[in-house]
DNA sequence: ACCTGAACACCGTTCAAGT
DNA sequence: ACCTGAACACCGTTCAAGT
């Protein structure tokens, strides 16, 4: 099979959500791959420009689900968005936690966040209140996201999904609250 | 001056800060506290242990400030901590995020979340609710510290603390809310 | 008892050769 | 043009000696 960057980047998140992040490394990727680490430096830059990949490829597995999921009907674009970002960090907790403490993902992640509150539900907000809300839901489901992460499988009992979803509704509440009162 | 363990802990979270976590190596800790990395080991089993060393040592300046913001009268309960975590997270960006996304502070973050829940401003929720609340307004505290660490100080305006605020609000009205329908 | 320098097995990254 | 093995300057951690 060919070696190209999209591979690596592949194998990279693999070995990520196998181990540890700091289990990664430049010459075990290359064996994992069958060839030296030379190959790997003409495709990829540097370590810290494959950890960006890797970063930016879980974000747009993101932007990938939720736009299945809004084609399939369902919610209004922002509950569609937290639930594919939680989809994702359930299935790459490593990576996604690895995303969300990068620089460079942060801005991407930032942009999307605002993209989707273009269409709250509500509406009738004005741009500097609808890109606080959706700063406020993001930081919400990153966070949510950096907990289930980091708790011991042990420690979270089965009732996260539910947990969520309480959260994500009493601050989808609060806006359409706020709608109303910004209304009359 | 003597060599102990919380002396060890204080530079290598001075380290952190100045640089990049991944800055922060044994051998360059050793020489700037003037010693040979040995008598590190003595006091310190491992690397490892030292982040989660630093990651407690944050969590406790949160817990430390919360109560000192308590006493000189002010909010409740909830949002004196949130202002803490967010303080210290301003105050030590790195390591904060270091701190929230390590497995040992998890648990600590957790408890002391749902300790502060124990006294919510309206009240008459029951434990199950009660913890939910505070899982919620963490996440989003967590979240937003998160943000904040991760942009470029570029990046962001100068309305961050307007933004944390808004958010926060918005999480606390909703829970006056919530209790006011449970009440009736 | 407590420190030192040297060593071990690893890193990320780059070099000079090989085909 | 693309790969290889060896090298460089680092790691975390532990060793056998020194005082």
């Known amino acids: 099979m060919q070696l190209t960057r ?17 289990a990664l490394s430049m010459r075990e990727l290359a064996s994992e791959l069958g060839c030296g680490v030379v190959p ?20 747009s597995e993101i932007d990938r689900t939720a736009r299945q999921e809004q084609e399939s009907g369902g919610h209004d674009r ?18 996604t936690v690895l995303a969300a403490s ?4 942060s801005g991407a992640l930032q ?6 509150a273009g269409v709250l ?8 209140v609808s890109g606080r809300l959706a700063r406020a839901i993001l930081a919400y489901v990153v966070g949510s996201i950096l907990r289930d992460a980091c708790l011991t499988p042990g420690l979270r009992g089965g009732e996260d999904d539910e947990d969520f979803e309480f959260g994500l509704d009493l601050l989808l ?10 209304a009359s």
Do not use: W
């Open 111 to 116: 942009a999307s966040g605002e993209g989707a």
């Open 40 to 59: 790997l430096y003409d495709r990829v830059p540097s370590k810290d420009a494959l950890l960006d990949r890797v970063a930016a490829a879980v974000m």
């Open 78 to 95: 922002v509950r569609t968005l937290a639930k594919a970002f939680r989809d994702v960090g359930r299935t790459y907790p490593r990576c």
């Open 6 to 22: 999209n591979r690596i980047v592949g194998t990279a998140i693999e070995m990520i959500e196998r181990g540890d992040v700091a």
């Open 121 to 128: 539900p509500g509406a009738g907000f004005d741009g500097r």
């Open 102 to 105: 990068r620089q460079s993902a």
């Open 173 to 182: 509440r609060a806006m359409v609250e706020l709608s109303s009162v910004q």
